[in-house]
Every structure is written in structure tokens, then in C-alpha cells.
């Protein structure tokens, strides 16, 4: 059977990468050569996008991709797409929800508890032949007991966190558009006034518009000078410019991110700072959930191609009914 191009954007890991090649004509996109190479010599019969790598699509490639019908995202979160530039040509879009979820809840609690008792720091000390040398390390100004955290986006992920929360004796209140009837968590219409009420904020919305650098300066200060923030969710959430002023004066008291406005670029002024714990967007980086995240990329185009209807398309772009 002939194979459908498909183009695979970005770098994608060994066993998916390999799959991809078993099932499609795969035309390589993983700098921005490549990418040129494949849309020049393969655009006009491209069918198909794997998109990893947070890759922009937006109207000008897809004006290169006369015949484009899918773009299967490696991802739950989906920005950097043009959904309108997808919906306006009836290409569907499909994300992968639920496979990491776990994952990333596991990763933004050890980011919590890193933040909070200094654990990198700790073990660095150690390192450094200072236990021996100096004594004990100095105890920890923050905790976890006692903490009342604000999650921001009680989603999928933002659950998955409010159980582990639960589990570890927290209060845990939250903060979306529209209040959820199945849970019995504190409900905040409004950001601001559930910053003044907790003292940890957990971020985990999409990047969206809507949510752009939602955390300001307000929300930082309203946090208060025992406040933890925890990004798990996406950079342009956070005005970043904001969060390390408010580090760096002790606004706030510290912050754990996996994820940053420009990455893999993280500003200089974060990096210095001994109250931020940072790591570089792993929170769904382990080869189990890469491998189930992978296999449910392909899953979708194979699934869009059979004829059949994706298996996780996001709601911006609409199936059309192909019966
Ligand atoms: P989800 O189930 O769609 O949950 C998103 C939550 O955000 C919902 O509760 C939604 O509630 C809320 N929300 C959306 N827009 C909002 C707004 N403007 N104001 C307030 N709340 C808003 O998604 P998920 O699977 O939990 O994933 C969440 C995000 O985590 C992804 O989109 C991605 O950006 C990020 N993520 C990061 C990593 C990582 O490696 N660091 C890994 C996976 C995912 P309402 O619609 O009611 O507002
Ligand atoms: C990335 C994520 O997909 O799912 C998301 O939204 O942010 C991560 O799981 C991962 O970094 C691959 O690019």
C-alpha cells in the first residue's frame, strides 16, 4: 500500500520517530533546513502533520500544504497551532489528552516539594563536600504543612494535582472560566481573590489568548510573601519580567517552573536567583508516557486516514461528517 506523506515536525523521539517512518512517507522537519527542504520539494502532496517540538503552524506553511487534512499534536497543550487558519481549510487538529496526565501531576508535585523544602539546593550542598565541611543545612523557611494552594486550571492535569494535593493534607482551592458540579474544591470566579486567599498557586491552563501573562504583578503580590508559584502549565501564562521582580525583592517566596515565555531560552536574571527551582519543560519526559503520547499521534492520523474520525480532536476544529 502506498504510504501518505506526512510531514514530522520538530524532533521526535526514537520509537515514535520509528513508527512514523513504518506507517507514512515521513518528510523531515526538525530544523528549519530541513523543514524548507521538505516543504519545497513535498509540499504539494503533504497529507498529513506530526507536530512535536512546539513547531509554529501557522497560515503561511499551511498555504504551502495545498492538501493537508490532519495536524496530529505531540501534546495535550496545542498553542503555536492557527486553529482558525486550520478551521477556515476544514484541517482537523488533534492533541493527546489523558496519556500524561499522571505524569505531569507526578512532576509538578516534585517541583512543589523542591521548591518548598530546597531539596536541589540540599543535595547540591552535599555535593559540595559543605555537610561535611560546614554542618547541617540550614533549615527550610518554606513547607508544605499548613500551605492552602490555589490551582489554576482544574483540568485534566489540574486534578490529577488536587488529588496528590488532597493526599498530602493541603486545602486546595481553584480557579477556571466555569465552576466545575463534580468536585468539592473551593471555587474562585476570580483570580485575584483567590490569590489573596491561598499562598501556593499551581498554573496549569493552557496558553491561550485569553490566558496571556494572566499572572501579573496583582496576582503575585495578592499571593503574599509566604507565596509559592508552581508553572507547570505554560510560560506565557506568567508575566516572567513580573515573577522575577517578585522573587527577587521576596514579594513572594519562591517559584518552581517547568515551563518559561521563550524557551529553551531562560532569562539570566532567573537563573541567579537562589529562590527558583527550574527545570526544562520534562513534565511528561519520560520514555513511557513519550511512547503513549507518540503512539496516540500516530493512532489519530492513522485512524483520520482509514477514513474513520480522529481519536482526540480538539474542539476548535470541527470533524466534518465524511459518511
Ligand atoms: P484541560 O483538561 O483542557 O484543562 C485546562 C483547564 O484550564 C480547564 O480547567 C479550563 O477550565 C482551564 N482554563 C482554560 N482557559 C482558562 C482561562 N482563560 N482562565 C481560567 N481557566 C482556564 O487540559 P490539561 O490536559 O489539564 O492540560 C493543561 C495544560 O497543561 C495544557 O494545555 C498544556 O499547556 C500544559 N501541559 C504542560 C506540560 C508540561 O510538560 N509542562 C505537559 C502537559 C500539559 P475552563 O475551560 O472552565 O476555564
Ligand atoms: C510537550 C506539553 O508536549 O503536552 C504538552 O502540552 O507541554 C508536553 O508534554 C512535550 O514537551 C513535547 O514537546
Redesign the pocket.
Known sequence: MTKIDTLVLGGMHARTGEELTRQFACHPGAAASELEASLTTSGDRIRGIARGGHFDVDRAMLDRLPKLEIVANF?????GIDLKACADRGIVVTNT??V??EE?AD?ALGLLLNTARELPAAEAYLRAGRWVAEGDYPLTKGTLRGRTAGI????????AIARRLDAMQLQVA?????E?PDVAYKYYAD?ISMAKDVDTLVI?????P??AR?VNADVLTALGPDGIVVN???GSVVDEPALIEALASRTIRAAGL??FADEPNVPDALMALDNAVLLP?????SVHTRDAMGQLVIDNLLAWFAGNDPITPVPETPVPNRA
Open positions: 501534546g495535550v497543550g496545542y498553542d489528552p489523558d500524561l496526565t505531569v512532576t489554576l486550571g482544574l483540568g485534566r492535569i489540574g486534578l481553584y480557579h477556571t472560566r466555569r466545575r483570580l496549569v491552563v493552557p496558553g491561550t485569553a490566558t494572566m507547570i502549565g505554560r517547568d515551563v519543560h520534562v513534565g511528561s519526559a
